[in-house]
């Protein structure tokens, strides 16, 4: 009996123990509704699903900032905006280098020459670019800070590098690129509209449709202010982010704030899967999941190991910026400014 009760107190102080380490570390995160997924989770590919995997570049140490090549021999500076193809190829809005860089599926990164300078008038030679997109025509659109005006513009380029147009003002911003699931447009917003821009590289025209509205569904009026990031569903419902809490503008051109017990610190981007009913936030550097209206972080800054390392979860370090899902949705690839990175997070 007394070898019995000794190996049952042992139990116990192992289980006592194992309690406290845990709660510390529940203690030590850093996010409230922090919620990784289980580690034993495993995707088809054989790694743990909420794995962050390094795809291209690495944070800076010395030498110069732009460098083309595989994986962690690529060098970035401040990649922000990014477009996924089909075809796993990603073109990226390499920010303080002031060009746009296009990684391959197998992680070969190059360099995107968008304008070609020999042509086009310096005023339109890429400026601190932001966002990029590449429609069906290999049209190329990027928002860039404009050299004449304090605000960013938006332009549009043929696949051969001339100008078909573009627009920009004093008083708002252009911001986001989003590639509308139907059309040949991208999606951008500019103080309170929400722009579909449209390039028709035959004839090299433009057009634009516009949705505009005041304080109809919002808490007041937008003012001076621009959407900071916008998604394009394949329901036909436009989400965007404004002060913190999401919109939605439908079809029938309703609207109204969605999820209204949840509020964003500072998002650069929004994703959904193919049916909107999961969607991915960026939001302060953290990568948020809403599934049926629950909030979970998947990924985020690690206050213990500031060095952008790869790992599962709360393991890693991450500052995403902005957010891509592959089309069998089985994989978030993001801009990491900090790592100064192209990223992904396996998600099944």
Not at 145 to 166: A, E, Q
Not at 185 to 207: D, R, Y
Not at 245 to 265: C, M, P, Q, R
Not at 334 to 346: L, T
């Amino acid at each position: 009996m007394k070898s019995k009760l000794t190996i049952a107190g042992l139990i116990l102080t192992a289980a006592y123990f194992m309690s406290c380490k845990k709660d510390a570390a529940i203690e030590n995160k850093t996010v409230a509704e922090r919620n990784d997924l289980s580690l034993a989770v495993m995707a088809v590919s054989g790694v743990p699903v909420n794995s962050v995997l390094t795809v291209a570049g690495r944070p800076y140490t010395s030498g110069p900032t732009l460098v083309n090549g595989t994986a962690e021999n690529a060098r970035f500076n401040n990649p922000f905006g990014i477009q996924l193809m089909d075809d796993g190829t990603i073109y990226v809005a390499d920010t303080n280098n002031d060009i746009i860089r296009v990684v391959s599926a197998s992680g070969s990164v190059s360099s995107f020459a968008v304008p070609d300078h020999n042509y086009v008038s310096e005023n339109f030679w890429l400026h601190s670019p932001k966002y990029v997109g590449i429609d069906k025509n290999n049209v190329i659109y990027t928002i860039d800070d404009d050299p004449l005006t304090p605000r960013d513009r938006l332009t549009m380029y043929t696949s051969g590098s001339n100008i078909i147009g573009g627009y920009g003002g004093d008083n708002y911003d252009a911001k986001d690129l989003v590639k509308d699931p139907y059309t040949n447009g991208f999606w951008s917003t500019s103080g309170n509209i929400l722009k579909k821009v449209t390039a028709k590289q035959s004839n090299s025209s433009w057009t634009e449709d516009l949705i505009k509205f005041t304080n109809k569904f919002l808490p007041d009026e937008p003012g001076f202010y621009t959407y900071p990031a916008l998604f394009a569903g394949y329901n036909g419902v436009i989400y965007f982010a404004y002060k913190g809490k999401l919109y939605k503008h439908s079809k029938d051109n309703t609207g109204s704030v969605i999820f209204s017990n949840l509020t964003f610190n500072s998002i650069t981007c929004i994703a959904a899967n193919k049916d909107s009913r999961t969607l991915y936030i960026a939001d302060g550097g953290y990568i948020k999941r809403i599934d049926n209206g629950k909030l979970s972080v998947i990924a985020g800054p690690n206050n213990t190991f500031t060095d952008s390392r790869d790992g599962v979860g709360s393991k890693a370090d991450v500052n995403a910026q902005y957010l891509a899902l592959s089309k069998d949705e089985s994989t978030l690839y993001f801009s990491d400014a900090r790592a100064d990175a192209i990223r992904k997070i396996i998600l099944k």
